[in-house]
T-cell receptor, first 115, second 115 residues
């Protein structure tokens, strides 16, 4: 199982760029890296997913170095509404028939954005 | 697109009672997952279905827990003889397994309080 390690919490101010790094030293060859966001009393929401190098969508970027032992979620110009818990997950692609029990959320990183 | 729907949103019960939760996944999704989340922790995988078949169960799923997905549509999670330790948020997620990445879409959850 590829376990992940993230900072427990981070503070930021509105308008700043926030980078949250996740360590996954035991990532397997067929594992993808996925980030979710969760607000209080809501279910997690998919943000971004990648395998290597860089992935960017309308809300975030994901940077993955060549050795894939870590990844960094980058949130540009955060606002108060980005205050949430962010989870890094490492697990097999459904299409490869990997065990779905291998998706481990961990405790996540609690991001607090201040005005 | 109505997203993943869970009912009820909140359930208060007395120790020893049975409770049942319902999850309606996104209509075209063939995979359905149940997770449990306690305060300050990330979601913990319980079980998942592909269509009507229950393909994996976590060791967290004791014999007091049972899940069904008749006809591969909605799913129910039943907890018999509830205990105070069962108090948690129960999350349902669904995904479309067609050789694409395992992106799960979560419902808002059912918060269970066992008195």
């Amino acid at each position: 199982l590829a376990k992940t390690t993230q900072p427990i919490s981070m503070d930021s101010y509105e308008g700043q760029e926030v980078n949250i790094t996740c360590s996954h030293n035991n990532i397997a060859t067929n594992d993808y890296i996925t980030w979710y966001q969760q607000f209080p009393s809501q279910g997690p929401r998919f943000i971004i997913q990648g395998y290597k190098t860089k992935v960017t969508n309308e809300v975030a970027s994901l940077f993955i170095p060549a050795d894939r032992k870590s990844s960094t979620l980058s949130l540009p110009r955060v606002s108060l509404s980005d205050t949430a818990v962010y989870y890094c997950l490492v697990g097999p692609d459904e299409g490869d028939g990997g065990s779905q029990g291998n998706l481990i959320f961990g405790k996540g990183t609690k991001l607090s954005v201040k005005p | 697109d109505t997203g993943v729907s869970q009912d009820p949103r909140h359930k208060i019960t007395k120790r020893g009672q049975n409770v049942t939760f319902r999850c309606d996944p996104i209509s075209e999704h063939n995979r359905l997952y149940w997770y449990r989340q306690t305060l300050g922790q990330g979601p913990e995988f319980l079980t998942y279905f592909q269509n009507e078949a229950q393909l994996e169960k976590s060791r967290l799923l004791s014999d007091r827990f049972s899940a069904e997905r008749p006809k591969g549509s909605f799913s129910t999670l039943e907890i018999q003889r509830t205990e105070q330790g069962d108090s948690a948020m129960y999350l349902c997620a669904s995904s479309l397994a067609l050789g694409v990445k395992n992106i799960q879409y979560f419902g808002a959850g059912t918060r269970l309080s066992v008195l």
